[in-house]
C-alpha cells in the first residue's frame, strides 16, 4: 500500500515552511470551526493569528492512463468546500504538482468562491522524488484493483 502518511509528514511541513517565508508568520495545522454549521474541519496550513487558512494537496495532473483527473479534482473540490466555509481573510489551496496546478486552473476558471485562491508551491527535488514515487505506487494499487475487478467480472 502506497504510504500517503508521508505527504503529511514531509510534505505538507515543507509547505508550511513555504508559507512561513511567503507571509512572514508561522503555519501549523489546525481544526478551525466552519461557518454555518456545528462542524469543524482539520486544515493543513493555518497562519498563528488565524487569518490565513490553507489546504495543501499534492495530486498530480493527468491519471497514468493520460485522462482527465476528474477524482483528484472532486478531492481538490472538496477542500476549497471547507475553505469557503471558514472564516478568514485569506484561503488559499496549495498545489505542489505544476501540471495538478495547471488543469485545476482551468477547470476552476470563474468558479473559485470569492476569496479562495490557488498558489503553486514548487517542492525540492528530493520531496519532489518522494511525491511521485507514493503517486506512482498509488497508481498501481489502483491499476491492480480495476484488473482484480475486471477477473471477477469475467468470471460471471
Known sequence: MANTR???????PFVRE?????FRQKFTSNFLPLTGCSGS???DAVSVDKRIVCGIKSSSGVTSGGKNPSGKIAGACEEIYFL???????????????EFYQ???EKMRDKLTH?????YCQLNE???QLVKKIQSGAS????????????RDAGR
Open 103 to 105: 488543469v485545476l486552473s
Open 140 to 151: 498501481s494499487e489502483i491499476d491492480r484493483g480495476k484488473l482484480s475487478y475486471h477477473a
Open 84 to 98: 469557503a466555509s471558514v472564516d478568514a481573510d485569506q484561503r488559499f489551496l496549495i498545489l505542489t504538482d505544476q
Open 115 to 119: 476569496g479562495i485562491a490557488l498558489k
Open 41 to 43: 474541519h482539520e486544515f
Open 18 to 22: 513555504w508559507l512561513s517565508e511567503q
Open 6 to 12: 508521508l505527504l503529511k509528514t514531509q510534505v505538507e
Open 126 to 128: 528530493e520531496l519532489s
